[in-house]
């Protein structure tokens, strides 16, 4: 008993319905010690007022509030889908409706790559955009991919996704080496000659 008033003592009910937990958090979480072991408070407050919670599934927060224990918030489900209804980027693109193009993304143009979606419209206006009008200019297509590459670089660095922006880094560099070798074997120029031709790429 001593225990069950201890913990609601650290809870506080605001206007907006949810019931903040005002005592001990780790990553805006709740947590409770009970007998010296950390746990989280909104598990503990499901137990207590609904029940014990399904094994291999989590709590997600319906209100978006990692402080909030009350129950009628929480929700049991696994964690796939939990990741999938939160903020994160696995989240956010699968919250999306429509593509960058305005594409909708519905299940006829829809194509799997590597575990992710991709629209398929965009994938044949990609490949009449960086492979057909080429042909077999090579130094086209390498600086075409080149600009695209160092595009997403950018983008990636602008949010913070560091592993992307490294991977879109590396894979720019290797389409601005491969313009530097095309140029210097159909020119026969010295690489600084070539690192000029390329300074506006």
């Known amino acids: 008993m001593e225990l069950v008033e201890r913990f ?5 009910k605001t206007r907006n319905g949810c019931w903040l937990w005002i005592a001990a958090t780790s990553k805006g979480y709740g947590q409770f010690s009970i007998n010296r072991i950390m746990r989280p408070a909104h598990r ?8 014990k919670i399904p094994k291999d ?3 997600d927060h319906l209100c978006r509030n990692r402080a909030c224990v009350k129950p009628n918030h929480l929700e049991p489900v696994t964690s796939v889908e939990n990741m999938l209804r939160g903020n994160g980027w696995s989240g956010r693109n699968h919250q999306k409706t429509h593509c960058l193009r305005g594409h909708p993304l519905i299940p006829e143009n829809l194509a799997k790559r590597k575990n992710r ?3 398929k419209l965009c994938i044949r ?22 600009h695209r590459h160092r595009q997403k670089y950018r983008a990636a660095r602008r949010l913070g996704y560091k592993r992307n922006s490294e ?11 491969r313009m530097r070798t095309i140029i210097s074997d159909r020119a026969g120029w010295p690489s600084q000659s070539v690192a000029e031709s390329l300074g506006s790429c």
Do not use: F
Not at 8 to 12: E, F, G, L, N, Y
Not at 130 to 146: D, H, I, S, V, W
């Open 8 to 12: 609601w003592k650290k809870v506080k």
């Open 44 to 51: 503990i407050a499901y137990e207590l007022l609904v029940g």
């Open 57 to 59: 599934l989590t709590l």
């Open 117 to 119: 979606r991709a629209c």
């Open 125 to 146: 206006i990609r490949s009449r955009t960086y492979k057909r009008p080429y042909g077999r200019n090579q130094l086209a297509y390498a600086k075409a991919c080149y």
């Open 167 to 177: 991977k879109e880094r590396l894979r720019a560099k290797r389409y601005y080496w």
